[in-house]
């Protein structure tokens, strides 16, 4: 179901049949993941190149308990939705205008965004990332960090084997920049030099496997 069209959270028809999300208008997660491992190996095997980010709200909690302090009335969880509502505003205004012809803007259905396009420059892709996340730390009350991946359409094995190898590699990219982005946060906790909004680049290890 639709709930909100446009902007559209999809481009060139990615995930165009999926579900959304009623908070953010972005993809529901079961869908879109439903949909990863097809997009994955069409796209690589297609010769064009992959990317894959995952944001994820800094300090939320403190907001919603924030919240809830100077209005009883929200209970603070309203407070959220309505955060997570507005970034996927953000985020779908974000790739309406991007030059992104085939992509997709999806949510685990907590305070993380996903974002997945057909690439032809790992710079360019990142680049639009920084984009998304100073779009989305100007227009919130915090700030959202990203882990990011890219791969390249040669980085992958000639021939794979088994029915669920793509669905196996689609978690093993999302573990990756998923360890990225909470290897940041923690980093983070523990003193590092690392501001909030910041984007990490995960190694996606064992594509030739």
Same mark, same amino acid.
């Given at each position: 179901m639709r709930y909100d069209r446009f902007p559209d959270p999809t481009r060139g028809g990615w995930c165009s049949g999926a579900r959304d999300d009623p908070t953010t208008g972005l993809v529901a997660w079961p869908d879109f993941f439903a949909c990863l491992p097809t997009i994955l190996q069409l796209t690589l095997r297609g010769g064009i190149g992959f990317g894959l980010a995952i944001g994820d709200v800094d300090n939320l909690k403190s907001f919603v308990e +924030? =919240? =809830?302090?100077?209005?009883?009335? /929200?209970?603070?969880?309203? !407070? %959220?939705?309505?955060?997570m509502g507005r970034l996927g505003t953000i985020a779908r205004g974000w790739l309406h205008a991007a030059d992104l012809p085939l992509a997709c803007l999806a949510t685990f259905g907590g305070d993380e965004i996903v974002v997945v396009a057909a690439i032809n420059d790992t710079t360019a892709f990142t680049e639009q990332i +920084? #984009?998304? =996340?100073?779009?989305?730390? !100007? %227009?919130?009350? =915090?700030?959202? /960090?990203? +882990? @990011?991946?890219?791969?390249?359409a040669a980085a992958i094995? !000639?021939? @794979?084997?088994? /029915?669920? $190898? $793509?669905? #196996?590699?689609?978690v093993h990219i999302i573990g990756e920049v998923e360890r990225s982005l909470f290897d940041g946060k923690q980093a983070r906790k523990e003193g590092a030099d690392v501001p909030l909004g910041f984007i990490t680049e995960a190694v996606v290890r064992g594509q030739k496997a």
């Amino acid at each position: 179901m639709r709930y909100d069209r446009f902007p559209d959270p999809t481009r060139g028809g990615w995930c165009s049949g999926a579900r959304d999300d009623p908070t953010t208008g972005l993809v529901a997660w079961p869908d879109f993941f439903a949909c990863l491992p097809t997009i994955l190996q069409l796209t690589l095997r297609g010769g064009i190149g992959f990317g894959l980010a995952i944001g994820d709200v800094d300090n939320l909690k403190s907001f919603v308990e +924030g =919240r =809830r302090a100077v209005d009883a009335q /929200s209970f603070g969880h309203l !407070a %959220g939705n309505a955060f997570m509502g507005r970034l996927g505003t953000i985020a779908r205004g974000w790739l309406h205008a991007a030059d992104l012809p085939l992509a997709c803007l999806a949510t685990f259905g907590g305070d993380e965004i996903v974002v997945v396009a057909a690439i032809n420059d790992t710079t360019a892709f990142t680049e639009q990332i +920084g #984009e998304l =996340r100073d779009q989305l730390c !100007a %227009g919130l009350p =915090r700030t959202v /960090s990203f +882990g @990011t991946a890219t791969i390249a359409a040669a980085a992958i094995p !000639a021939v @794979t084997v088994g /029915s669920h $190898w $793509w669905r #196996e590699f689609a978690v093993h990219i999302i573990g990756e920049v998923e360890r990225s982005l909470f290897d940041g946060k923690q980093a983070r906790k523990e003193g590092a030099d690392v501001p909030l909004g910041f984007i990490t680049e995960a190694v996606v290890r064992g594509q030739k496997a």
